[in-house]
């Protein structure tokens, strides 16, 4: 079966239809955590919730005592259960994958329903 007829439950898991490519390529860390913060915002569209209201990007560090100096920090608090644990440790490789990391940033969470763009 293709990916494509593969009905995806939105509140247990990620689309991997959504996530983008940060496997392949080099992605600059801003332009990664966009892309992962306009695809949580379509999976929360998808869930029937507010993106504006469920979806977070932040690198205000002195605001946020969560993240340091040049991170980025993306949440979606109303994903799938700790959703930033598992894309974090490479449960999508094909979008994310810790172990073959062609960037000079890599992904840490912080509750769960986050992860945070961080400098090597």
């Not at 939105?10 to 801003?30: G, I, Q, T, W």
Request: negative net charge; proline residues 5%; charged residues 25%.
């Amino acid at each position: 079966m293709s990916q494509t007829n593969v009905k995806i439950n939105y509140d247990v898991e990620l689309d991997p239809s959504l996530l983008p490519d940060l496997a392949s390529k080099a992605v600059d860390k801003k332009t990664a955590a966009n892309q992962l913060y306009q695809a949580l915002r379509e999976q929360a569209k998808r869930m029937g919730f507010d993106p504006d209201t469920e979806v977070f990007m932040t690198d205000d560090y002195k605001k946020y005592d969560t993240i340091d100096e040049g991170d980025i920090w993306v949440c979606f608090e109303a994903g799938p259960y700790d959703w930033g644990v598992g894309y974090s440790l490479s449960s999508h490789p094909e979008s994310y994958d810790m172990m073959s990391n062609p960037h000079d940033w890599y992904l840490e969470t912080y509750y769960g329903f986050d992860v945070i763009f961080t400098d090597c």
